[in-house]
């Protein structure tokens, strides 16, 4: 029996099915055919799922869309559909780096304070800070999407009027 964590919300069956509106075959079949589906605790001869089991689970099933005709809304795709913070931040990296620039030059272009990227991009490490790993498929998973960076096109700056 897996062991209940603190604060954290479970499901019985029932929830669970109304959740993903199936039937509880579906539910079966689901648990016996994917290894990567949550596996339930069992409490009193009752099967419960975690919320944030569930939630990491139906993100991760977003993958790629092989039928993405190579633009969203007349936007190229730099990466394939994000569904968890390591994709996230590796997507990022990948992205700075194919564009030729430091970290150092990422934080000056978007204004964040010098070193910041570096500590985004190294979650986890002592120097490391973000969104985490635990929050973003929550966050993601309830809103039922999934992130896919575009190329933007340039947007030329306005000059600035002086006044004569």
Known sequence: MNALAKNEKYLPVE???ARFGIARN???RWMKADATFPEPVIINKRRYFSEYDLAKWEAARGGHDPDLDGKLVGLKP???VITDYDQLVSALTDRRN???I???ELDARSGM???YTSKLE???R???RGLGPEIFPLWIGGLKVGIVLVDLPRRPRKKKQVEA
């Open 15 to 17: 929830d669970v099915c």
């Open 26 to 28: 579906t539910l079966w």
């Open 78 to 80: 730099v990466s394939g």
């Open 98 to 100: 194919k564009l030729g």
């Open 102 to 104: 430091s970290s150092i």
């Open 113 to 115: 304070q010098e070193g």
């Open 122 to 124: 190294n979650f986890g």
């Open 126 to 128: 002592p120097q490391g």
